[in-house]
Nanobody, 122 residues
Framework: QVQLVESGGGLVQAGGSLRLSCAASGRTFSSYAMGWFRQAPGKEREFVAGVSWSGSSTYYADSVKGRFTISRDNAKKAVYLQMNSLKPEDTAVYYC???????????????WGQGTQVTVSS
């Protein structure tokens, strides 16, 4: 079993940056691919970025490509989301989650963190 805890959210002005972290517990972290999702009020949870178990492959939603960067450190059992050039439409609760293979469907993910709020003011 894996437990995930996100951190790093907050309030930032448009054009600013934040770095989200997701700390994992459990011996099998390095065997999982990881994803970041977000959910804004009244909207469905959407895929933001994913990374393979080794970190060699990364995937992004079109809406964040070129602005966000996902990475992982298996020795630290952590995955990160560097978010630059933030926009008000990036405002949401951000979640990390584990999966066997990165997909854009939240139904493919097994374990989820509790989420961290990101608010981007205009």
């Amino acid at each position: 079993q894996v437990q995930l805890v996100e951190s790093g959210g907050g309030l930032v002005q448009a054009g600013g940056s934040l770095r989200l972290s997701c700390a994992a517990s459990g011996r099998t972290f390095s065997s999982y691919a990881m994803g970041w999702f977000r959910q804004a009020p009244g909207k469905e949870r959407e895929f933001v970025a994913g990374v393979s178990w080794s970190g060699s492959s990364t995937y992004y939603a079109d809406s964040v490509k070129g602005r966000f960067t996902i990475s992982r450190d298996n020795a630290k059992k952590a995955v990160y989301l560097q978010m630059n050039s933030l926009k008000p439409e990036d405002t949401a609760v951000y979640y990390c989650a584990t999966t066997k293979v990165v997909t854009t469907s939240p139904n493919s993910y097994d374990y989820w963190g509790q989420g961290t709020q990101v608010t981007v003011s205009s």
